[in-house]
């Protein structure tokens, strides 16, 4: 068969040819869209939230002279936000204090140091808590709520995902906040 013999017909790319065409260029497009998502998420987690350090703090004290100095647990309890509550009964709240406190609970608590947690609607407060014999450190994780306000999501000694967490970020209060004697 020479090419005289071949009709216009002939000639035309067989009718599946677009379809298997796109079919090879799919894959490329949903990298693309893949590429787009992504990009977006990184956007939006380098977003700066604006903490109040200063309510945050003053919201870590009321806490700390609730559950530490006063020793009154079912009054910081109700202190924790939503989610603190939801991860932790009241009884296993009261018996963590406890355990955290194995030679006597603290008189004074100062918040010194506050470190906003990047891209995060919460922040850390660094307290510093001292009797006649002991000194203690305890960093609180303070959730912004959604009218401005804090509440407390957790509190640990630091030393909890100390060796995970890059630093670098404290800065100390301008008037340390503490509690009442």
């Known amino acids: 068969m020479g090419i005289d013999s071949?009709?216009?017909?002939?000639?035309?790319?067989?009718?599946?040819?677009?379809?298997?065409?796109?079919?090879?260029?799919?894959?490329?497009?949903?990298a693309y869209g893949l590429i787009v998502v992504l990009a977006a998420l990184a956007g939006g987690c380098n977003e700066t939230i604006k903490h109040d350090e200063n309510l945050a703090g003053r919201h870590a004290i009321e806490f700390a002279q609730a559950v530490l100095v006063n020793k009154n647990f079912a009054k910081g309890y109700e202190l924790l936000a939503d989610g603190g509550k939801r991860h932790i009964p009241a009884e296993k709240f009261i018996e963590s204090m406890k355990r955290l406190h194995p030679r006597g609970f603290p008189t004074r608590v100062t918040a010194k140091e506050y470190e906003p947690m990047p891209g995060e609607n919460a922040m850390w407060i660094y307290l510093v808590g001292q009797n006649s014999e002991d000194q203690f450190q305890y960093r609180v994780t303070m959730e912004a709520t959604g009218n401005g306000d804090y509440k407390v999501l957790n509190i640990d000694n630091g030393q909890v995902g100390k060796f995970f967490h890059a630093g670098g970020g404290k800065q100390s209060f301008a008037n340390p906040i503490s509690t009442q004697p």
Do not use: E, F, V, Y
């Open 6 to 30: 071949m009709t216009t017909t002939d000639m035309r790319p067989p009718a599946n040819a677009a379809k298997r065409s796109a079919h090879r260029l799919r894959p490329l497009w949903s």
